[in-house]
C-alpha cells in the first residue's frame, strides 16, 4: 500500500484524514497494508471510520480478526511446504551423490529411485498439490481446492511469484489472485479445523 493509497483513503471522509493525523505509523505497518489490500476488508475499514457505531466496528473488528488469521495460517502453509521441500532436496542430494549414475539413468526414463523408502509421502517437484507435504491432513486439504485455488497456491508458494506475476500468468487482475488466494486460505483452514472428510 502505497502513499497514494492512504491519500485516497483520507478523501473518502473527514474523520478519515483525522484518523490517519493521529495514527501516522499504522500504514506502515504490513499487516495493516494486508488488511486494506482487499477491496471487502478496505470496504468496511472506511465504513468504520467514516459512519462510525457499534455495528461497523464490529464487522471491522471480525474482519480484522479473519485477517490476521489468515495471515497465521499462510505463514504456517508457507513454512510447512518450504520445510519439507528443503528435506526432499536433502535427500535427493544425499541419494544422488550415492548414487550418481543409477540416479541419472532412472531418473531420465521417469522411474523411481527411492528402493528403500515409500515413495508416496515425498515431496515432489510436481504440479500435484497433494505431494507437497507428508502430512496427510494437509495433502487431502490441498487437494480439495479447485484448480484455479490450487494454481495460486503453487504459483505463490512453489514458485515464490507475487500476485502482478500471478496474474500476468493466468491473464486476470491481481485483485482476482488476491481473492483466490484468500479462498483458498479460508477454505485450507475450514477443512484443517474438521479433519478433512476422507
Known sequence: MNHET?????????????????????????????FLEHDEYRHIFIQAICFPGNQT????????????????????????????????????????????????????????????????????????????SEDLTLTKALRQLTAKQQTV??????????NNEIARLLNVSPQAVSRTHLHAIKRLRTLLEKGVET
Open 57 to 132: 466496528f464490529r464487522k471491522l473488528d471480525e474482519a480484522f480478526k479473519n485477517h490476521y488469521t489468515n495471515v497465521q495460517f499462510t505463514q504456517y502453509l508457507s513454512k510447512t511446504l518450504y520445510w519439507t521441500s528443503v528435506q526432499y532436496d536433502q535427500y535427493q542430494r544425499e541419494h544422488k551423490d550415492n548414487q550418481p549414475l543409477i540416479m541419472d539413468n532412472l531418473h531420465n526414463f521417469g522411474i523411481s529411485c527411492y528402493p528403500h523408502k515409500d515413495t508416496s509421502d515425498i515431496i515432489t517437484e510436481t504440479k500435484d498439490l497433494g505431494t507437497w
Open 6 to 34: 492512504i491519500e485516497q483513503l483520507k478523501k473518502e471522509c473527514l474523520r478519515m484524514a483525522t484518523f490517519f493525523e493521529n495514527n501516522p505509523t499504522l500504514a506502515e505497518q504490513q499487516i495493516f497494508q494486508g
Open 153 to 162: 497456491i503453487i504459483e505463490r508458494y512453489g514458485y515464490e511469484r507475487t
